[in-house]
């Protein structure tokens, strides 16, 4: 298995995964989430997938083909009035094919997301995960992740 940058030649993998991700969610949220709707269209993936901001990892088997991935943002604050100067790599998205999880293809992302950080000067990582999302949430704290914040909604 080797991680590199996703390129366009990945869109379509990147896409049937995104729908894998899409359904876990609306089964946890179907009162946020629709079933059927997609993340991104195919001109909004390929302008991520050309933004150094945004970077996607892709991890892919001796074949090139995609085996699951990884958005990030860089964020930065500086000169806030009360929170100290900063670097953040935030990980929207960190997906592994349901067929192959339990490979260590999430830890192998992971590991790469913190070396492509590291790199670039970033002070930590940062993610949500959606409660109801076991599984997620028990993978990213056996990564040494913890709860920085709750988020809380009032359905009215």
């Known amino acids: 298995m080797t991680i590199r940058r996703a390129a366009a030649k990945d869109m379509p993998r990147i896409q049937e ?9 609306h089964a ?15 001109e909004e993936l390929a302008a991520i997938l050309a933004d150094d901001t945004r970077p996607v990892l892709a991890a892919v088997d001796e074949n090139d083909r995609l085996l699951g991935y990884a958005f990030c943002m860089l964020e930065e604050c500086r000169g806030s009035n009360i929170m100290n100067d900063r670097k953040t790599l935030y990980i ?5 094919d349901e067929t ?6 999430g830890r192998a992302l992971f590991e790469a997301v913190k070396a492509y950080a590291r790199a670039r000067g970033c002070r930590d990582l940062t993610l949500n995960v959606w409660t109801g999302n076991e599984a997620a949430r028990r993978f990213y704290e056996s990564c040494g992740f913890k709860p920085r914040k709750t ?3 009032y359905a009215l």
């Open 17 to 25: 995964l995104l729908w894998q991700v899409e359904l876990v969610h």
């Open 28 to 42: 946890i949220r179907p009162d946020l989430f629709k079933n059927g709707g997609r993340k991104y269209t195919d």
């Open 92 to 96: 929207d998205d960190l997906c592994v």
């Open 100 to 105: 192959l999880r339990g490979q260590h293809i």
């Open 151 to 153: 988020c809380m909604d």
